[in-house]
């Protein structure tokens, strides 16, 4: 199986790690994903609200800032209580979720939920990356064109390996 192809059979949320052919190729693709996963996080800066700074001690604040930095801690606690989740403990949690049957409007429905947390948000990402279909048909075009013009009268007899060879080359 090719990487790719690994890779978008286990971001499509119809399919998951459910039809794999072996363990092995399973728990190939999920330590693939898993390492890119990780390369998109670290890629992309953290979230406008991530980046914050919380002041040490909102009371060296006068007045209305004091208290504006005061709420803007708490609410970054209360979201961030378990902000100590990882990319394993993201990929599993998607990995082990129930299988859907849209795959476009669960992404999207996951992508605006996730808003605020960076590795679902790098996953969101991923699933775009390879779930997105080519723009156009003209490499499948091409292929047919080609196979066309040596799978001809004078060669019918041409095995269909020998087609797959010639037009692999």
């Not at 971001?11 to 399973?26: I, M, Q, T």
């Not at 040596?150 to 390996?161: F, G, S, T, V, W």
Request: proline residues 4%; aromatic residues 8%; glycine residues 2%.
């Amino acid at each position: 199986e090719s990487k790719i192809n690994s890779i978008a059979t286990l971001l499509d949320p119809r399919y998951k790690n459910c039809y794999f052919g072996s363990v092995d190729a399973k728990e190939k693709a999920e330590s693939l994903l898993l390492q890119l996963l990780k390369a998109e996080v670290s890629a992309y800066p953290a979230s406008r609200q991530n980046s914050l700074e919380l002041v040490d001690d909102p009371g060296r604040c006068d007045g209305l800032e004091a208290a504006f930095k005061a709420v803007q801690q708490t609410a970054r606690r209360d979201h961030d209580g378990d902000a100590k989740e990882t990319e394993e403990d993201v990929l599993k949690s998607f990995l082990s979720s129930k299988l859907e049957h849209s795959c476009l409007a669960w992404w999207q429905k996951k992508e605006f939920e996730s808003k605020e947390n960076k590795i679902h948000l790098a996953l969101c990402r991923l699933a775009k990356i390879y779930l997105t279909p080519p723009p156009t048909s003209t490499n499948c075009e091409r292929l047919f064109s080609v196979a066309g013009q040596i799978m001809d009268e004078k060669r019918a007899r041409m095995l269909p390996e020998n087609l797959e060879k010639i037009l692999f080359m």
